[in-house]
């Protein structure tokens, strides 16, 4: 992923409205049951399996093919430029069709029931047009097809046949993809079901996870079946994202990515241990080694810390390339401490480049995301001083311009409607928080008086 987006729905569960935008941190504050791991949900959704919608015939991919034809002849097969703003808008207003005709599928899919449904929903990259680098390819013994661009390090070819037309309007597909979704977006044509894990998928990382380290097990008995059992209603036990992240867990972790062990170490060090992960036959079996003790752990026989902490070790080390990482309230079982720890290794995922969407009801959380926020507004060599005193490093710092945060308020009639925090060189301001805050210092107060006046 690479851009800043806007997620746009209506009507999708108990949320009436919301507008909101993404950016690499992007933090959904707000009471229980408010909708926050729905519209996660939904994101999640759109990254993960976006990608896959069809574009339906009508103007918009008349347009795109008339473009395509102009743009991508045989005889002239490079592509190397940015997007003109009336191209980009054309592309996204390709998606716009392709997720007008599909989004009751998509979201049905995604909850696994045919209960929840939106009236509206719209996802569109906000950042100007990025400069794309695409070959299609006439090769006499393979047919038609696309080349990306070696820069981006995606320099596979992808073969469609002898139907010049087909290889046209495949890459013309991937073109609005590319759009909507940034660099790095997945090719298309990809035969899998993204319900499982796939080396590159966006990662969600549901609340209750203790539970799921304690259970993970039985997304065995499910992985050779058909489908996921359903009810008699039609719904299925687990959503898309749940199962997926089950899925990940027994079978797609794996311990050979480094690329984020600086953040790893900050975990393990508040874990007082370290995840081992023994894979081969069946599932993955996880471990917590602890430090001064011979004996490994299973999940169920450690504490809610290893098992909370746990899910995202794995991640870090074996979601590779991690692009999009969902995090459901991280501050679940933590100390204050720890929460803090937390914060300062999501840190480190955003100076790398990672996507991160969080869910959360912390407000010791929230301001230790706030106090590097002021970190990131100093000066230079004020922030490397401020760093130092503190006792953080270089990478521990976020920008202003890096983080969007938004208020999940339920009104009195009973409807969320979703509101963008106010964002400044100090932090982000919450509402939510502070007047929740506010209400139990006059309570404290109050009570206070009263037992002045009883010793009196």
């Known amino acids: 992923m690479s851009g800043k987006w806007r997620l746009a729905v209506e009507g999708l569960g108990r949320i009436e409205h919301a507008d909101a935008e993404i950016r690499p941190l992007t933090l959904l504050i707000g009471e229980n049951n408010s909708g926050k791991s729905y519209f996660a949900t939904l994101l999640w959704g759109l990254v993960a399996a976006g990608w896959e919608l069809p574009s339906p015939e009508g103007p918009e991919l008349s347009a ?120 790095g977006s997945r090719a298309g044509l990809v035969d899998r079901d993204s319900d499982r894990f796939s080396p590159g998928d966006p990662v969600f990382i549901p609340a209750s996870r203790t539970g799921y380290m304690h259970l993970y097990r039985e997304v065995v008995r499910r992985r050779f079946e058909a489908r996921q059992a359903e009810a008699a209603n039609g719904d299925s036990a687990l959503t898309m994202p749940a199962f997926h992240f089950l899925d990940f867990i027994a079978f797609g972790a794996s311990a050979d990515d480094k690329s984020h062990e600086d953040a790893c170490a900050i975990l393990e060090s508040a874990l007082t241990g370290h995840i081992e992960l023994s894979s081969g036959r069946g599932a993955n079996e996880v471990y917590y080694a602890m430090d001064g003790l011979a004996d490994r752990l299973s999940m169920p026989l450690s504490s809610a810390l290893v098992s909370e902490l746990a899910p995202l070790l794995l991640v870090l080390r074996g979601a590779s390339p991690l692009r999009l990482l969902v995090l459901e309230e991280p501050e679940s079982h933590l100390h204050p401490k720890l929460q803090r720890a937390v914060a300062r290794a999501i840190v480190r995922l955003v100076r790398k480049g990672v996507y991160v969407v969080v869910t959360t009801h912390s407000s010791t959380f929230c301001q230790q995301l706030n106090n590097f926020i002021k970190l990131g507004s100093l000066p230079l060599d004020a922030r490397g001083g401020a760093q130092s005193r503190l006792h953080y490093e270089e990478a521990d710092y976020l920008l202003a311009d890096e983080v969007a945060g938004h208020s999940f308020e339920i009104r009195e009639d009973g409807k969320t409607h979703v509101a963008e925090l106010k964002r400044t060189e100090r932090g982000i301001v919450m509402p939510p928080f502070n007047r929740e805050l506010a209400k139990l210092s006059e309570e404290a107060l109050y009570l206070q008086s009263l037992l002045g006046e009883t010793e009196s």
């Open 64 to 183: 795109c093919e008339a473009w395509a034809k102009a743009n991508l002849p045989p005889a002239e097969p490079r592509f190397d430029r940015a997007l003109t703003e009336d191209e980009a808008a054309m592309f996204q207003r390709l998606f716009d069709a392709s997720l007008d005709a599909g989004k009751d599928a998509l979201i049905e899919r995604l909850f696994r029931s045919k209960k929840i449904k939106a009236r509206s929903l719209r996802f569109q990259n906000i950042e100007q047009p990025a400069d794309l680098s695409w070959a299609t390819i006439n090769d006499k013994s393979s047919g038609y097809g696309l080349r990306r661009s070696p820069r981006w390090d995606m320099s596979e070819s992808i073969y469609w046949g002898i139907d010049e037309e087909y290889a046209r309007r495949m890459t013309m597909n991937q073109l609005r993809n590319d759009r909507v979704f940034g660099e």
